[in-house]
């Protein structure tokens, strides 16, 4: 399947925190800055900030992952949370000391004590959210996409940026330290000029037939995060990309339109300068979850491997192996790279 260019911008764009520059929060008097990579900087300017309202929509698998990231910042105060079904955000309330709880997103956008909305709702709801967000005048941390089109991306970032409010998209590898490493290591010419990336990314299994469907399909859903890498990688945009999708896992995915078809697929990237990335991903690996990247430079190259919980091997006459499998899935693996 060769995909346009539009394609790629369309998920390109929903890959990059779109602010427009050092906004201060109106009713806090602090502003958010993104961590340097590799080191705390970050961290350190968070110490610093007073403390800011939080609103989550969405109290599924996505919403409690950074739910728990926020409780953990001793600058995030969570206001409330919405989910459609109310008695999951209740749930999540009383686990997570949230005071409100509703089953209507809009009562988490319109809250006077609510300063930034996290948007952890399903991806056709994220551009109306966005939208909402900006007109309210509350600062916006989306999960990926920011919508499934490219029109409608285009829309919800220029709308916030008439608003003054930040937008920002949870693409949360570019602050894991493996892959911030790997950045490094390009930045300091320790590999010399890069030649080509390729990319790994494999969930241990499927996710329900009902995520996918509507989704926009394993490009926007899942593979955007490796899009994404590549440009943080090369630090350059592309300038063609070709994409071949099928379906091996659960037939009934092979049934939907379009690339939502795919529940496997390699896409290659081309840069400037003739620089490739290369990614392959698919939605079933029955060995954990599979995260890995290489950079070639003319010099060296550098490569992550999985991360598992302990770094115990086995030894014995038939084998040589880890003594656990890698990380069961996103929320283990990247646990540090939300908060």
Known sequence: MRLSFSFFLAVAAT????????????????????????????????????????????????GIVHL???????????????????????????????????????KVIQHPDVDAVWICSPSQYHADQIKACAAAGKHVFCEKPIATGLAETIEAINTCREAGVKLMTALQRRFDPNFARV??????????????????????????FEYVRGGGGIFKDMAVH?????????????????ALGSCHIDERIGSLPGAEAFDTAVVIVKYPGGKTATIDVCRQAPYGYDQRAEV????????????????????????????????????????????
Not at 17 to 46: C, D, N, Q
Not at 88 to 106: G, I, L, P, S, Y
Request: with cysteine; charged share 20%; net charge neutral.
């Open 296 to 339: 070639l430079g003319l010099k060296g190259m550098i490569a992550t491997d999985n991360m598992y919980p302990n770094t115990a091997r086995i030894f014995t006459k038939d084998s040589t192996r880890n003594a656990d499998l890698p990380y069961d899935f996103f929320m283990s693996r990247y646990k540090d790279a939300y908060l």
């Open 183 to 208: 950045k490094r290591a390009i930045l300091e010419g320790e590999v010399g000029n890069v030649v080509s990336v390729k990319l790994t990314s494999r969930d241990p299994s499927p996710p329900p």
């Open 68 to 106: 728990e990231a926020l409780a953990g910042c001793p600058s995030a105060i969570p206001v409330i949370i919405s989910n459609p079904t109310v008695a999951k955000a209740q749930e999540a309330a009383v686990k997570f000391n949230v005071r409100e709880f509703t089953d209507d997103a809009m």
């Open 226 to 242: 490796d899009l994404d890498m590549s440009r943080f990688l090369m630090g350059t945009e592309p300038e063609s990309i070709l």
């Open 15 to 62: 890959t990059q925190a779109f602010v427009p520059g050092p906004v201060r929060l109106p009713s806090r008097g602090a502003s958010l800055m993104a961590p340097e990579v590799g080191r705390t900087a970050g961290w350190s300017r968070l110490m610093a900030m007073k403390d800011v309202g939080v609103g989550i929509i969405g109290a599924g698998r996505i």
